[in-house]
């Protein structure tokens, strides 16, 4: 307790009350630094262990390549069907004398001399006759339109494989008269310019020669078809 007369003093051990608050308020301020640092370390660790950061960038597949590569052509054919109004698809035909042609040529002939020899032999071999009918009942069945119920139900009679398959075993199925039919159908859907290549089909006497046209003809018919709905899409 101080003398009468004397003024207390402030030490330097002892702080006024000012001092006391602002260091509180610094040692408070600290504690909310250090806390966010350390919540901010563990954010970053946590980031940088998780599996996203990693894992290698991502690699483009081949079919995924090909598919922008169909989209992008896909892209340009509307493109140029929408601006040509001449625009129209036509058959390929590889030059004879090249190599793409003879290797195509040679493995064409190829096939159709394995169905001549099985067709010849004795007894006959179907196998492949049936599953050239199986094509050609998909093909014709493309043609229809979504009423073409009737022919619909009558070429999947008439070309009914399992059926086929059942006659080939007891060796009472007429290739030729199924080749028929499907050439009689093919009259019926085809547009008027191939009238005479079906003429020529029924003119035809060999029945290898008679299939082998037969798919010339329809793929004729399936380009046909693609221009008559570019015509009609204008």
Same mark, same amino acid.
Request: charged share 25%.
């Given at each position: ?100 042609g003879r290797v195509k040529h040679i493995v064409h002939q190829a096939f159709w001399d394995v169905l001549d020899s099985e067709l010849n032999a004795d ?15 998909? %093909?014709?069945?493309?043609?229809? $339109? ?7 139900? &009558? *070429?999947?009679? !008439? #070309? @009914? ?36 290549? %079906?003429?020529?089909?029924?003119? $035809? ?7 082998? &046209? *037969?798919?010339? !003809? #329809? @793929? ?15």
């Amino acid at each position: 307790m101080p003398f009468n007369g004397e003024k207390q003093c402030v030490g330097e051990d002892q702080p006024s009350d000012s001092d006391s608050s602002r260091f509180s308020e610094s040692m408070a301020s600290l504690s909310d630094y250090e806390c966010s640092r350390q919540s901010f370390a563990s954010d970053s660790s946590s980031k940088s262990s998780s599996p996203a950061s990693t894992s290698p960038p991502r690699v483009v597949t081949f079919d995924e390549v090909m598919a922008t590569a169909r989209n992008l052509s896909n892209l340009t054919l509307a493109h140029e069907i929408a601006v040509n109004e001449n625009f129209q698809l036509k058959q390929e035909a590889l030059p004879e004398k090249s190599l793409a042609g003879r290797v195509k040529h040679i493995v064409h002939q190829a096939f159709w001399d394995v169905l001549d020899s099985e067709l010849n032999a004795d007894p006959p071999e179907f196998e492949h006759a049936i599953k050239l009918f199986e094509e050609i009942r998909e %093909i014709l069945l493309s043609f229809l $339109t979504p009423g073409g119920n009737r022919l619909r139900n &009558q *070429i999947c009679e !008439v #070309l @009914d494989t399992d059926l086929i398959r059942q006659q080939a075993e007891h060796s009472a199925v007429d290739i030729q008269g199924l080749a028929n039919y499907v050439i009689s159908t093919m009259g019926k859907l085809c547009a008027p310019v191939r009238d005479n290549d %079906i003429r020529e089909l029924k003119a $035809t006497g060999n029945i290898v020669e008679v299939l082998r &046209q *037969i798919f010339h !003809v #329809l @793929d004729l018919m399936q380009m046909d078809m693609a221009n008559f709905t570019i015509m009609s899409l204008r």
